[in-house]
Structure formats: structure tokens, C-alpha cells
């Protein structure tokens, strides 16, 4: 009798030594036709496996661990639904091989040993080598990765490993040594509508008893976001209420309504994707809130990463808002951090509060100009030395150079300014920041010509003008955006 939280099975054809337990990887036996749409059509060959082509080639170390050519440890790495737990299916039905299955979830140290020791001893007495499937070795103790270390280095047990974390990060280096990474990839469109397809028709899937209509068919696949087996739970449960109305074809309707969300035009990936950011930002700009709740609600229902919409949102607090609203960024990063400590689906709270906030505040440019213009200079050839009173003068024998000499501590002065060059020669007299008049940038754009009269030792000019202090030479785009990062739209 197997430990808790695993069972055992012979290669194919053979008798199973003990049944799947409540703590174990259930599913390792032939699934019934009352079994889940995804375990039925889970494939029964490498030849039906779809999607992970560079690791199917004659030879390569997936064939060779499920044939049994070659005792080779291997930890497959891949997101959810691309074909880890399949792939520990094949190896369990395709040699005569005893076959282990565990779950990190519930096994321990004593499940690990125990599995080992038996191995070891049917080792011993000329029976058949041990397969041990660990699912989400990632949750895994070091402990309890150290305890494999021995078997796997003498091949007492071959090593058959599934995580969704990077293994880098989440599996001991000793470990990862003894083992071959094959890393899976998300499924894309193609494959997943194929499999789709393959379910409609095949005996154990629907049998053909339904049609998909094609509208309703690239809904399931943009849905699944390289999930087969998210994309074949929601066919289930569609076909279900389409056979429920007594109709012969899964239409869009049934299809949305059957897994209670809209078909979304978004392509992640595609123009889509660019189109809808861009106008998430130009709404927020545009101080229309309620369109940017729109683009914001779009994004979150296709399933676009939070913490891309959280950086999107944070840029914008400075290239948009800036000194208009100097809390923007605060709420923007607050934002950013909720979706780290909160997560979906609480945190579109969070985004929405803050894509609010975005668009009623008051707007200003100028931390973009201002930026843009100070680089222009710095990558034109602007700026020299370091002027000698600004210089380190900690360290001994800077005072004999001259550093620090001349220099005026500024709190010294009962103002807390004082006339002093802090730019270098050739930028004397530049003006890189251009307040805007708009909310709180109005008593920057008042005290500031304050200040540069001081520093400069100059008359206060006039109040500047306080339109969009653009510079002319740095004019915005078309589109009324201004130079900015990767990430500017």
C-alpha cells in the first residue's frame, strides 16, 4: 500500500497496486464518460499532443521519457494548461515502468522516502524502475527537495517533475543538475482551436452532436489565453446549456452566457492590444473619466496584466499630471502596489480609484518637457565641468584643489536661497522647467521666477507665460502627446 498522497500504477496493460486517495494526483486512471471534458480529451499518444512541437522532434528528451529509451530525471516547466500533467499521463500509460504519483500539496519528507525505499528494494530484487510525478514541485520544501537528491543522482527513481514556477528560483541547484528542463510553451490560437475542433468530433469528447458556430468558437480560444484546458471547460459547460435549449449549435450567445463573459476584441499580442492602451491614455488625458473606465473595464475582462495598467498608470501621473497634481503619483503607486498586495479581482477597485483620480486631475506636461529638454542637451554635448564649488570636498586633499571653495550653504540664508551657480558654464541662464497654470502648478509657476532671481543673481522677469510650456524646438507630437519612454503612447 502506497503512502498518502500518492498511488501507483504499472506501465500499460498492467494491474494498479494501489487506488488514487483523497491527498493524491487523482485522474491517473482511465477517466470515465462522466469525467471532465479536458480529461476525456486529454491525448492518448505523443502523437496527438499539440503545441510543443520543438520538444516532440525523433530523439528528443520528452519522446525518450515517454518511451522509456533513456532513465532520464526531467522537470517540466510551463504555465497552467499546457501540457505538463498530460505529458505525466503518457509517461504513465506508454512502458512498463511503475509509475508514482504525488502531489507537493499534500505529500511530505516520509511520502518521499517511503516512495524511494520501495523503489530501491524492487530495484534490488530485479523488478521494474520507478517513474516519480511530482505535480507543483515548486511548493516543495528545500528539505523536502534535498530528500530526492540521492535517489535521482542513482537513478533509484526517475524524476518526472511539473511546476509553474520558474525552476531557477523554485527548484535547489543540486537538483536542477540531475534533471533535464523541458520548458513548455502557452498554447497558441492555432493549436487551441484545433484541440477545440478535436472535442467537437472525437467519440470522447461531444461526438459531433453539436456544432461550433465560428464567432462562438474564436470566443472560447481568446478566452482561454493559451489554456486548453481552460478553453475546453468553457466548451463543456456552452454545450451543455446549448443541449439544455435543445438547440444543435453553440452559438456566441450560449457560448458568453454559458461562462459569464463578453467576447472582447483584444489581442495582447496584436494591434488591439496598442489600440486600446493608446486610448486609455489619451482619455485619462483627455479628462474624460468615464471613457477611461471603459478602456480600463476592457482591458481587465480580456485579461490583460494588472501590473502592466498599474505602470501605465503610474507613468501617466508624471508625464500627464506632474506638478499639477503632485498626489497623482502617490495614488498611482499605491495603485501599483495594491495589485502586488491585493491581486485580481479585488484590486480593479484600486486601478478604477486611481484611473479616476488620473482623469479629473488637473494636467501639465511640464515634467515631460522639462526632462526631454534636459536630455536633448546632455545627448547634444551641453553641460562641462562640475563647478569648483560644488564639488566633493570630503575627501583629503580636495580643499588644496580648490573643491568647495566659494561654496554658499543655502539655510545659512534666512530666504533658504542664495545666489549661486549650480549648472555648468555653457547652460547658464537655461530654463528646462516650464510650469503650467493648472491646479497646483499655479504657485510653482509664481514662486519659481522668485527663485531663479535669486539663484542667478538676477532682476524676477515678468510671470512667464503659463500655456503648456512646450519648448519650440521640442514640439509635442500629432496626436498631442510628448516624447517620452518605451512605453509612451
Known sequence: MEPDGLFS?????????APPTSGGADGFTTPGADAPLPVRMRP?????LIGQDHL???GAPLRQLVTGTTPMSVILWGPPGSGKTTIAHLVAGATDRRFVAMSALSAGVKDVRAVIET?????????????LFIDEVHRFSKTQQDSLLAAVEDRTVTLLAATTENPYFSVISPLLSRCVLLTLQPLDEQAVRGLLRRAMTDERGLGGALTL???AEDHLVRLAGGDVRKALTALEAAAGSAAALGGTQIDLATAEQAVDVAAVRYDRDGDAHYDIVSAFIKSMRGSDVDAALHWLARMLVAGEDARFIARRIVIFASEDI???DPTALSVATAAAHAVEYVGLPEVQLNLAQAVIHMATAPKSNSVTTAIGAATGDVRAGRGGSVPRALRDAHYPGSRGLGHGTGYR???DDQRGVVTQQY???DLVGTDYYRPSGHGGERAVAARLPLLRGIVRGTPAPAPASTSTGTRPDRAADEDGSAPAGEDHQ
Open 44 to 48: 492518448a499518444s505523443l502523437d496527438e
Open 423 to 425: 549648472v555648468p558654464d
Open 213 to 215: 458556430a465560428p464567432d
Open 322 to 324: 506632474g506638478m499639477a
Open 119 to 131: 523503489a530501491r528494494r524492487e530495484r534490488r530484487a530485479g523488478g521494474r524502475p520507478t517513474v
Open 56 to 58: 516532440l522532434a525523433p
Open 409 to 411: 550653504y543655502p539655510h
Open 9 to 17: 500504477l504499472t506501465g500499460a496493460g498492467g494491474a494498479r497496486s
